[in-house]
């Protein structure tokens, strides 16, 4: 008998394979291929405001949230459904991109709105992992629901230990996985229906970035980053 969606047999499972492209240069590239379309509809929306942009993308993002929890259960995973999943969080993405734009375009750039879009974003991001968490519930795999807290939890933190740093000093730039790359992992996990070995990724660099933050901030507030880290020559002329 076919599980529902046209899924396969649990025991499918894809393997862990590391992708061969960077999470900055995937995202490098699907911004280049994106944006004459963000541009064309940063026009066709001109008229729209900013927050219902803003709504709109969090609302997709919840129905791909749906989608994943549902593309799997006891002894079965269905990677059309999935696939379903990622193209309506790509959709959520260009909304969450096009909103900033738009508000510049028609110049109404608002610090409300700049709250909300970046509270919004928190929101999407724990959307996406609620459903990974589901569906690895569905499917009754401990270990991989622990994965997808990880990531969640590295992906809360690097926002966090940012947000909280700029508050002390005024900019903290560092760090190896910034929000794009995540969501851009989740969404290429899904199309290519290889989402353990983005998790792992996310799971390690997200908190790898937290901890980068928490020593740039440490060092900044204590004698000011490039003051250890410039070349010796430098600091004697300085001196």
């Not at 963000?38 to 969090?58: F, I, P, Q």
């Not at 199309?191 to 792992?200: D, P, Q, R, T, Y």
């Not at 790898?208 to 740039?216: F, G, H, L, S, W």
């Amino acid at each position: 008998m076919t599980p529902p969606g046209g899924g396969h047999r649990l025991a499918a499972l894809p393997a862990l394979e590391t992708p061969t492209v960077s999470p900055r240069t995937l995202t490098a590239k699907l911004g280049a291929l994106l944006t004459p379309i963000l541009e064309a509809l940063v026009r066709a929306l001109a008229h729209v405001s900013a927050d219902v942009l803003t709504m709109t993308g969090l609302a997709l993002t919840g129905v791909a949230s749906a989608f994943f929890a549902l593309a799997g259960g006891p002894g079965w995973v269905s990677p059309a459904t999935l696939r379903v999943g990622g193209t309506i969080a790509l959709a959520g993405a260009v909304f969450d991109m096009l909103d900033g734009r738009v508000a510049r375009l028609r110049g109404r750039e608002t610090k409300f709105g700049a709250y909300l879009d970046s509270t919004m974003d928190r929101y999407s991001d724990m959307l996406l992992y609620l459903g990974l968490l589901i569906l690895y519930a569905r499917l009754e795999r401990t270990g991989l629901m622990v994965l997808v807290w990880v990531a969640a939890f590295g992906s809360f933190m690097t926002s966090y230990a940012r947000a909280r740093a700029e508050s002390l000093i005024p900019r903290c730039p560092v760090g190896l996985m910034e929000r794009p790359e995540r969501v851009v992992l989740v969404i290429a996990g899904a199309l290519l229906n290889k989402m353990v070995a983005v998790l792992w990724i996310i799971a390690v660099l997200s908190n790898v970035t937290a901890i980068q933050r928490v020593v740039y901030t440490y060092v900044e507030l204590k004698r000011g980053w490039k003051t250890v880290f410039m070349p010796r020559d430098e600091k004697r002329e300085g001196e």
